[in-house]
């Protein structure tokens, strides 16, 4: 069965500090991965998705990037955190029945 | 444009009530997605059902029921005899149809927060 991890579940950095968090999806192949983020309050907005290695496609413009250096690993960076980079962020992955599965997420405040 | 609308931003009710969540989307495409999430206070969002565009028929799968019409573009979720367990932030989401290359991202409401009281 398909099993998707992000890491860290909890992060605290402060402001001006860089960012990595990690996704990876285990037992399907070339999946289509998602970066979301759900501000406090507020529903989840699509960041960034990739259908392949390499391929990034940004949904908003922001000072965050994404990243996919394997078939099923998706990173979500930023050189410099603002404030408002504070939130819930979730991947997730399509089935071929164009459902969404989520990760546990991480939680990210910015100080 | 898409968009999913639900305007119940909290419901409160008392454990065993009937409760129903609400939903309308707009979309442009004849071939979509709809979707409802629970988001527990734990964070992780729970797949609960997807309903393709061209089936209309209403579904159940026990205290859960969806009822989809096209003619009003809602997809509402009901729970029958709520638990406590219940309690959760729900998430209603409309996609395009993912043809092996493209987006399919979801489009979210922002959620309705249902309290289920003993």
């Known amino acids: 069965s398909q099993t998707i991890h992000q890491w860290p579940a909890t992060l605290v950095q402060p402001v001006g500090s860089p960012l990595s968090l990690e996704c990876t999806v285990e037992?399907?192949?070339?999946?289509?991965l998602y970066w979301y983020r759900q501000a406090a309050g507020r529903g989840l907005q699509l960041l960034f998705y990739?259908?392949?290695?390499?391929?990034i496609s940004s949904e908003v413009p922001q000072n965050l990037s994404a990243s996919r250096p394997q078939d099923r690993q998706f990173i979500l960076s930023s050189k410099k955190l603002l404030l408002s980079d504070s939130g819930f962020y979730l991947c997730?992955?399509?089935?071929?029945?164009?459902?969404?599965?989520f990760g546990p997420g991480t939680r990210l405040t910015v100080l | 444009a898409q968009k999913v609308t639900q305007a119940q931003t909290e419901i409160s009710v008392v454990e065993k009530e009937d409760v129903t969540l609400d939903c309308v989307y707009e979309?442009?495409?004849?071939?979509?997605?709809l979707f409802w999430y629970k988001q527990p206070p734990s964070g992780e969002l729970v797949f609960l059902i997807r309903?393709?565009?061209?089936?209309?028929q209403n579904e159940i799968s026990g205290r859960y029921s969806w009822n989809f019409q096209k003619s009003t573009s809602s997809f509402n979720f009901t729970i029958t005899a709520s638990q406590v367990v219940d309690s959760a932030v729900y998430f209603c989401?409309?996609?395009?149809?993912?043809?092996?290359?493209?987006?399919?991202?979801?489009?979210f409401g922002k959620g309705t927060k249902l309290s289920v009281k003993p």
């Open positions: 997730a992955w399509i089935t071929g029945y164009n459902e969404q599965f």
């Open positions: 037992g399907t192949s070339n999946p289509n």
């Open positions: 990739s259908v392949g290695i390499g391929q």
């Open positions: 979309t442009r495409d004849t071939t979509y997605y």
């Open positions: 309903r393709n565009s061209f089936d209309e």
């Open positions: 989401a409309l996609s395009e149809v993912n043809y092996g290359g493209s987006q399919g991202n979801l489009i």
